[in-house]
């Protein structure tokens, strides 16, 4: 632990609020639907789901690392730490009123045309099935990336909350907590990705997905809402 402020309980209940969010789960539902085309046996799309996960654990880590050390190293933690509440409260906000009017007025999701370009980037993929397997799962690699920067308006804010969290604190400190939460993250996509080796098809995983969108976005917006107040009122604040 370090500081009064942030517990192991909500690094973990902040990344297990950002894996199941709708934005998420339906791009590796529609990801392993483009596996099951590719690589057609069981064990490859294990593998290449696997491979998946691991480059999203990777760029999602750099990123928290990248902005956690540019906001300690330009002395901006205090601000960077209001800003990150503010935008909880924000986001939680509009994801409860999806909860109510799913998909109507601004609702948080991917940036313009990120979905149109991953269908364009797994054709593309697709196209070069026959060549080195190699290069297929290279590719593969290449798209989860992708994905996760595309996917940061949809999904960042609890990420982003927590960060704001561990900005009070020293970066050499804050390095184990974001191991953490990024290892907790991935951890329902693995739970997907066996269900899918196990036999279960990306159809049902997709009627699962529309089934509990709007309860999931619910639960991420009231946890967003209460963790923003919570950052405010943990300053004290004198109104």
Not at 50 to 68: D, E, K, N, S
Not at 81 to 102: C, H, Q, R, T
Not at 158 to 185: C, E, Q, R, S, T
């Amino acid at each position: 632990m370090f500081g009064e402020n942030l517990t192991l309980g909500i690094v973990i209940t902040a990344a297990l609020i950002d894996a199941v969010n709708p934005c998420v789960l339906g791009v590796l539902i529609f990801l392993i639907a483009f596996m099951t085309r590719v690589f057609k046996s069981p064990r490859k799309i294990f593998l290449g789901g696997l491979l998946y996960t691991a480059v999203v654990y990777v760029t999602y880590l750099f990123i928290g690392f990248g902005i956690l050390k540019a906001a300690l190293s330009a002395d901006l933690a205090a601000i960077f730490y209001w800003i990150a509440a503010l935008i909880a409260i924000g986001a939680g906000l509009f994801e409860i009123k999806d909860y109510f009017w799913y998909g109507k007025g601004f609702s948080l999701q991917m940036f313009p045309g990120a979905a149109k370009r991953i269908k364009w980037y797994v054709n593309r993929i697709e196209a070069v099935e026959g060549r080195h397997p190699l290069i297929l799962f290279l590719t593969t690699a290449a798209l989860g990336v992708f994905v996760v920067l595309v996917e940061l308006p949809c999904t960042g804010a609890p990420y982003l909350a927590i960060l704001g969290l561990l900005a009070k604190g020293k970066y050499a400190l804050a390095v184990p907590f974001l191991l953490i939460y990024n290892f907790v993250f991935i951890l329902p996509l693995i739970v997907i990705i066996s269900l899918a080796y196990l036999g279960t098809s990306s159809e049902r995983l997709e009627i699962w997905r529309k089934k509990h969108r709007a309860l999931m976005r619910l639960f991420i917006g009231l946890f967003l809402v209460c963790l923003g107040f919570y950052m405010i009122y943990s300053l004290n604040p004198v109104f």
